[in-house]
C-alpha cells in the first residue's frame, strides 16, 4: 500500500473516531431528516378532506336527487342542506360551512341557469382546492342529452391522480432536508479542528491537501448518503410515494448533490473556522433558498423576474426538477442528464474555492485575512 493510501487511511480512522465521539453529528445525519420528513410530510398537507358544503335548493326535483347523491357519497364533502338564503349566508359568515353550493331547478337549468357557488376566500388555497373539488364532483352529475352542464370539462390529472399534496411536496422537500444535513454536518468538519487547535498538527504533520480534503470529505459525503437511503425508505413506507422514473438517474442526482452540499459545507468550515458561525451559515445560505427559492414549494414562474433568475442561478433548483421526474413522472433523460451536468459543474466550483482556503489556510495559519 502507497504512502498516500496509508495516510489517507489513518486519517480516515481519526474522523470517523471523531465523528462516533460527538453524537450531535449522528442526531443532525439521522434523527433530524426523520423529524422534518415527518413535519414536511404529515404538517404540510394541503389536502382539505372533507369541505364543508351547503347545498341551498329552491325545491327539489330530479337535479337535486342527483347532485345529493354525488356529494353525500364523496369523501371529500361534508354536506348539509338549507333551503333559506339567508340563513345559508349567515353559516358562511360564521365559517360554519366552505361553500354554499345554489342549486338550480331542472327547470331552471333547460332556461340557461347555471350553479352559482359562494365559496370562503379567507384561505386563498383552500378557496382554490373547495372550488376544484366542486367543479370534479359536478363534472360528475349526469343529465339527460338534451340538458347538459355548460363548460363541462371532464379531466384528469397526470403523475398525480389522486391530488395528493405528499406526493407534489416531499420530493422537493427532500432535496432540502439533505442541503441541511449535509451542509450543517460539514460545516462542523474543518471548523472543529480549528477550534480545538488541531489544524496546526495536521499541518505540521505533512499532511497533503488531497489527503486533509478526501479524509474530510468522505465521511460526512457516506452520511449523507445513508441518511437519504433513510429519507427514501421512510416516503415509501410512510406515504408510498412512487418512483416511475429512473432509479439510477435518481442515485445519480443524489448522489452528486450531496457531494456538492459537502463541498459547500467544508469550505464554509474552513473559511469560517469557528462550529457556530459555519453551522448558522450552512443553514442560512443552502437550507433556506433550497426551500424558498428552488421551486420545491413554489414555482419560480409565480415569483418576481429578479428573484426567479436568483433561484435559477442556485444547484438546489436543478437537485428538485430531477427529483420530480424521477419520482414522479419519470420523464426524457435529457433534462436529468443536463441537471446532472449543471450539479458537476457547481460541484467542481466549490472543490476549488475548498482547496484554494484550503491552501490559505495552511499558509498563513487560522487567520485567512
Not at 420528513?37 to 335548493?57: A, E, Q, S
Not at 345554489?102 to 386563498?124: C, D, H, K, M, T
Request: with cysteine; glycine share 6%.
Amino acid at each position: 500500500m502507497s504512502a498516500f493510501l496509508h495516510r489517507l487511511r489513518a486519517l480516515l480512522i481519526k474522523e470517523w473516531l471523531q465523528i462516533m465521539r460527538d453524537k450531535s453529528i449522528l442526531a443532525a445525519a439521522f434523527i433530524t431528516p426523520i423529524l422534518l420528513l415527518c413535519i414536511y410530510g404529515y404538517g404540510m398537507n394541503m389536502d382539505i378532506k372533507p369541505v364543508r358544503v351547503t347545498l341551498v335548493v329552491s325545491e327539489a326535483d330530479p337535479l337535486y336527487d342527483e347532485v345529493r347523491a354525488v356529494f353525500t357519497g364523496s369523501p371529500y364533502f361534508a354536506v348539509s342542506e338549507n333551503r333559506n338564503i339567508p340563513q345559508a349566508q349567515a353559516r358562511l359568515q360564521a365559517h360554519q360551512t366552505d361553500a354554499l353550493l345554489f342549486v338550480p331547478s331542472l327547470r331552471q337549468v333547460q332556461q340557461g341557469e347555471q350553479f352559482y357557488a359562494a365559496i370562503n376566500g379567507s384561505a386563498a388555497l383552500a378557496a382554490q382546492l373547495t372550488l376544484s373539488y366542486l367543479q370534479g364532483a359536478l363534472a360528475q352529475i349526469k343529465l339527460t342529452p338534451q340538458v347538459q352542464l355548460r363548460a363541462n370539462i371532464n379531466s384528469r390529472a397526470w403523475f398525480n391522480p389522486d391530488n395528493k399534496s405528499a406526493f407534489y411536496l416531499l420530493p422537493g422537500q427532500m432535496v432540502g432536508i439533505a442541503t441541511l444535513v449535509c451542509n450543517v454536518i460539514a460545516s462542523l468538519a474543518i471548523a472543529r479542528e480549528c477550534n480545538r487547535g488541531t489544524i496546526e498538527a495536521l499541518f505540521a504533520a505533512q499532511v497533503r491537501l488531497p489527503e486533509l480534503l478526501l479524509s474530510k470529505l468522505l465521511p460526512y459525503w457516506l452520511l449523507s448518503l445513508a441518511a437519504v437511503s433513510l429519507l427514501i425508505i421512510l416516503m415509501q413506507v410512510l406515504f408510498a410515494l412512487p418512483v416511475r422514473g429512473s432509479i439510477g438517474f435518481l442515485a445519480a442526482t443524489l448522489a452528486l448533490y450531496c457531494l456538492g452540499c459537502c463541498l459547500f459545507g467544508l469550505w464554509l468550515s474552513a473559511l469560517v473556522q469557528d462550529q457556530f458561525l459555519a453551522c448558522e451559515y450552512a443553514i442560512i445560505l443552502s437550507f433556506l433558498p433550497a426551500i424558498l427559492l428552488s421551486g420545491a414549494v413554489f414555482d419560480l414562474r409565480t415569483l418576481p423576474w429578479g428573484i426567479a433568475l436568483l433561484g435559477s442561478l442556485l444547484p438546489p433548483t436543478y437537485a428538485v426538477e430531477s427529483i420530480k421526474i424521477c419520482f414522479l413522472s419519470g420523464g426524457n433523460s435529457d433534462i436529468l442528464w443536463t441537471n446532472l451536468a449543471i450539479i458537476l459543474g457547481y460541484c467542481l466550483i466549490f472543490l476549488l474555492l475548498l482547496s484554494r482556503t484550503l491552501i490559505k489556510l495552511r499558509r498563513y495559519g487560522r487567520k485567512l485575512s
